[in-house]
């Protein structure tokens, strides 16, 4: 019975490591939000206090400094699965099912979206300067890019509004 329910398992002969990613990716997703869900019990999400709060976690919480190592690595890891996935999918042909293919463009677009909101959750000179240029780059949308920036930006600036949209979402 167990010989025929593990070893001599009726599968497809194009059956290989590369069915492994989607698994792999939901696994990473649990661990990145597990690790979310710990750094933000003390992030603080207002402009002044963002750095200093990322410093406090890296050097006064116990393995504080683990979590963010494991939550910023793992979005690496994450995106290295994903490209696999993707391109597991152009392999075999998925595109030509363009409901699963469109899907699948979306949730990588809202995914890039996500991890550029928590690049710039750390508040630095870097992930600062990129929020105002990514966010400007909205203003090319034709008749409403501008009002969508400020919608955005929560002011006329990239400021602590920014940062508390981007936390909130």
């Known amino acids: 019975y167990l010989n025929s329910m593990v070893v001599v398992l009726p599968s497809s002969k194009s059956l290989d490591l590369n069915w492994n990613y989607g698994s792999m990716l939901g696994m990473i997703l649990f661990f990145q939000i597990f690790t979310g869900f710990l750094l933000s019990f003390f992030y603080s999400n207002d402009s002044l206090l963002a750095f200093d709060s990322v410093q406090y976690i890296m ?9 963010r190592v494991f939550h910023f690595n793992g ?3 994450f995106f290295v699965f994903l490209y696999l996935h993707f391109f597991k999918g152009l392999f075999n042909s998925s595109y030509r099912l363009s409901l699963v293919w469109l899907s699948g463009v979306f949730i ?10 928590g690049y ?3 508040w630095a000179q ?5 929020c105002v240029v990514i966010t400007s780059l909205l203003s090319v ?4 890019g501008g009002d969508l920036v400020l919608w955005v930006w929560g002011g006329f600036t990239v400021s602590g509004a920014t940062l508390k949209l981007f936390f909130a979402v």
């Open 108 to 117: 990588i677009f809202f995914v890039i979206l996500e991890a550029f909101m």
């Open 126 to 130: 870097m992930s600062f300067w990129a």
């Open 141 to 144: 949308v034709p008749f409403f």
């Open 59 to 67: 050097y006064d919480v116990n393995y504080g400094w683990l979590y």
């Open 75 to 77: 979005a690496s890891l």
């Open 120 to 122: 710039v959750l750390v």
